[in-house]
Nanobody, 118 residues
Framework: VQLVESGGGLVQAGGSLRLSCAAS????????MGWFRQAPGKEREFVAD??????HYLDSVKGRFAISRDNAKNTVYLQMNSLKPEDTAVYYC??????????????WGQGTLVTVSS
């Protein structure tokens, strides 16, 4: 499975971006598709994931970010609204079994940089 992210860039605080992650190869319905991020000098953290109709979010992005999945296109999206400077990070797409806290057989994308200016 290969994951390719796109959609990152520079945006002013309060603005919006939509990240896309296109998966090639087979992922099963049991695979969660998720987004993680890593800010400079910090550890990678979970942002959001989706499996079927079940979605989960990091508390600090609830109400601002929305994850969705187009199974026909094998693509997952992260709509990010009301962006804040603290959202600045490299965002990674992942496909995995298990949960975000205990991932099994995880595939990672190469990452896309999101920079939010104040």
């Amino acid at each position: 499975v290969q994951l390719v992210e796109s959609g990152g860039g520079l945006v002013q605080a309060g603005g919006s971006l939509r990240l896309s992650c296109a998966a090639s190869g087979r992922t099963s319905p049991n695979h969660a598709m998720g987004w993680f991020r890593q800010a400079p000098g910090k550890e990678r953290e979970f942002v959001a994931d989706i499996r079927g109709t079940s979605v989960h979010y990091l508390d600090s992005v609830k109400g601002r970010f929305a994850i969705s999945r187009d199974n026909a296109k094998n693509t997952v999206y992260l709509q990010m609204n009301s962006l804040k400077p603290e959202d600045t990070a490299v965002y990674y797409c992942a496909a995995y079994l298990g949960t975000s806290a205990a991932m099994v057989g995880v595939y990672w994308g190469q990452g896309t940089l999101v920079t939010v200016s104040s």
